[in-house]
């Protein structure tokens, strides 16, 4: 693979444009592709192998054009899907996952909230990592953010309806001593301003998005496929979803300097038995080759 293809990153909606936002502060000269699966966001409220079957088609499809690497940006795709994407092809997958260890070392109460979706906090990639940073008289507050990740998507960032499911999830974390908030699913740091609002300095705010960006660096330099750095040249840059263009378009205006037009585009499903099959309209039976 040539050292200046793209990165390929996905996640199932805009949380990604997060991550994409620190890739590109570290990274600038690497090009890179963004999926947002948005047709079928949010993930964490689908079926376990719904994820991960929808992780290998996104992989799968960036390969095909020409991604040297791919960044599983979205916790809930990343505990459901990154194994199969590894064991898919052998190219360098960076998957994310909420910031329990620092965390974990940055709380001084030993109270710390998780708020992540449903699909990421019963993972067992999750219950494995929260037994390997917890240490002894912590406490992890696990609380799924139903209704978050709809919310911005929709572009909503700070309405009451938003403030409301904050007080509802996060207040009693804080009333029973948290600290520290992990923000365990990449949609949630554009929250951030909505959570200063309601709570102020009361918690300590973790964001793995910088994370992220130094792990695929050292991966690339490892691998030998980092880009040659073009002094004041950025990288290309494409934007594509498989839905609702106009939403991700608005928010990447708002994070990314002169971001490029976002394009909609088809991914296939992968059929039972692994082959990529076509999109059809609904009740159009598939006919037997």
């Given at each position: 693979?040539?050292?200046?293809?793209?990165?390929?990153?996905?996640?199932?909606?805009?949380?990604?444009?997060?991550?994409?936002?620190?890739?590109?502060?570290r990274l600038p000269h690497?090009?890179?592709?963004?999926?947002?699966?948005?047709?079928?966001?949010?993930?964490?409220?689908?079926?376990?192998?719904?994820?991960?079957?929808?992780?290998?088609?996104?992989?799968?499809?960036?390969?095909?054009?020409?991604?040297?690497?791919?960044?599983?940006?979205?916790?809930?795709?990343?505990?459901?899907?990154?194994?199969?994407?590894?064991?898919?092809?052998?190219?360098?997958?960076?998957?994310?996952?909420?910031?329990i260890k620092p965390a974990?070392?940055?709380?001084?109460?030993?109270?710390?909230?998780?708020?992540?979706?449903?699909?990421?906090?019963?993972?067992?990639?999750?219950?494995?990592?929260?037994?390997?940073?917890?240490?002894?008289?912590?406490?992890?507050?696990?609380?799924?953010?139903?209704?978050?990740?709809?919310?911005?998507?929709?572009?909503?960032?700070?309405?009451?309806?938003?403030?409301?499911?904050?007080?509802?999830?996060?207040?009693?974390?804080?009333?029973?001593?948290?600290?520290?908030?992990?923000?365990?699913?990449?949609?949630?740091?554009?929250?951030?301003?909505?959570?200063?609002?309601?709570?102020?300095?009361?918690?300590?705010?973790?964001?793995?998005?910088?994370?992220?960006?130094?792990?695929?660096?050292?991966?690339?330099?490892?691998?030998?496929?980092?880009?040659?750095?073009?002094?004041?040249?950025?990288?290309?840059?494409?934007?594509?979803?498989?839905?609702?263009?106009?939403?991700?378009?608005?928010?990447?205006?708002?994070?990314?300097?002169?971001?490029?037009?976002?394009?909609?585009?088809?991914?296939?499903?992968?059929?039972?038995?692994?082959?990529?099959?076509?999109?059809?309209?609904?009740?159009?039976?598939?006919?037997?080759?």
């Amino acid at each position: 693979m040539p050292s200046n293809a793209p990165i390929g990153v996905f996640d199932s909606g805009l949380g990604g444009l997060s991550v994409l936002q620190a890739v590109r502060a570290r990274l600038p000269h690497e090009s890179l592709l963004y999926v947002a699966d948005s047709r079928f966001a949010p993930y964490g409220e689908r079926p376990d192998t719904f994820i991960e079957q929808r992780s290998l088609a996104i992989g799968r499809w960036l390969r095909e054009r020409g991604a040297k690497a791919l960044v599983v940006a979205c916790n809930t795709a990343t505990a459901h899907g990154v194994a199969a994407l590894r064991a898919d092809a052998s190219w360098p997958v960076i998957g994310v996952e909420p910031g329990i260890k620092p965390a974990a070392a940055i709380s001084r109460s030993g109270v710390i909230g998780v708020l992540a979706t449903a699909a990421t906090l019963r993972s067992a990639r999750f219950a494995d990592l929260l037994a390997r940073h917890t240490a002894q008289g912590q406490r992890f507050l696990c609380q799924p953010g139903h209704g978050l990740v709809e919310r911005i998507e929709a572009g909503d960032v700070d309405s009451p309806e938003v403030i409301a499911l904050l007080d509802r999830f996060v207040e009693p974390m804080v009333a029973q001593g948290a600290d520290t908030l992990v923000l365990g699913c990449t949609h949630y740091p554009f929250l951030i301003p909505a959570i200063r609002q309601r709570f102020g300095t009361a918690l300590t705010l973790v964001d793995t998005g910088a994370a992220i960006a130094r792990q695929l660096q050292r991966r690339l330099e490892t691998d030998g496929l980092h880009a040659a750095q073009r002094p004041e040249t950025l990288g290309d840059l494409q934007l594509m979803t498989t839905a609702n263009a106009q939403a991700l378009q608005t928010m990447a205006d708002r994070l990314l300097p002169n971001a490029p037009r976002v394009q909609t585009v088809d991914i296939a499903e992968i059929a039972p038995n692994g082959a990529a099959r076509l999109d059809l309209p609904p009740n159009l039976p598939i006919i037997p080759a």
